[in-house]
């Protein structure tokens, strides 16, 4: 009976575990997969100065800068410099693809200008469209996941739990700074 108990706590324990790693896994892609998407602020009209996520963040933009983020992100992490080197093999790795994924997506929303600016919108090519897009994005979100994948079979689950509690910190503070920007009420 003793056991029973015993065997149903520690799998409730891995439980846990699982989904805290599992939680930490999609908040760094997450951060990750919008640091990729997000285009430079100047390319909206919403004034050129440069600044915003551009696709140079972290794993979408250049390995040079994939390099830095990886150092910004193990900051305060206790990690080997082995682990280092080769998270930022992989970092590196996964910006030169998803660049290159990027690169091949671009025509896409030339093409969508194209068909919703038409004098007559035609549905099946938006539709094909918008299938080509997801295509597209579906295959930056997987070489993104290969990415993150390596990255956590480099760490060990201490230092993941770690970094999971670093991003949780930092989305509390990106949700505090949206919620100042937005108007009263």
Do not use: C, Y
């Amino acid at each position: 009976m003793q056991s029973t108990t015993m065997m149903t706590a520690s799998a409730g324990t891995r439980g846990r575990v699982r989904l805290l790693g599992l939680a930490m896994l999609m908040a760094i892609l997450a951060t990750l997969a919008i640091s990729s998407w997000a285009q430079p602020m100047g390319h909206h009209g919403m004034g050129d100065h440069g600044g915003g996520m551009g696709p140079d963040m972290m794993i979408g933009g250049s390995p040079e800068r994939a390099g830095r983020m990886v150092d910004h992100m193990l900051a305060g992490i206790d990690v080997s410099d082995a682990q280092r080197s080769q998270i930022k093999q992989i970092a590196q790795t996964a910006a030169v693809d998803v660049r290159a994924l990027r690169e091949g997506g671009r025509g896409l929303h030339e093409r969508a200008l194209q068909v919703f600016t038409a004098p007559n919108v035609d549905a099946n090519a938006a539709e094909a469209l918008r299938q080509q897009m997801l295509s597209q994005h579906d295959q930056v979100s997987r070489r993104l996941m290969t990415a993150m994948l390596d990255i956590s079979r480099v760490l060990t689950p201490e230092q993941r739990a770690k970094l999971a509690e670093r991003a949780k910190e930092r989305a509390a503070r990106m949700h505090e700074r949206m919620q100042g920007d937005r108007p009263a009420k």
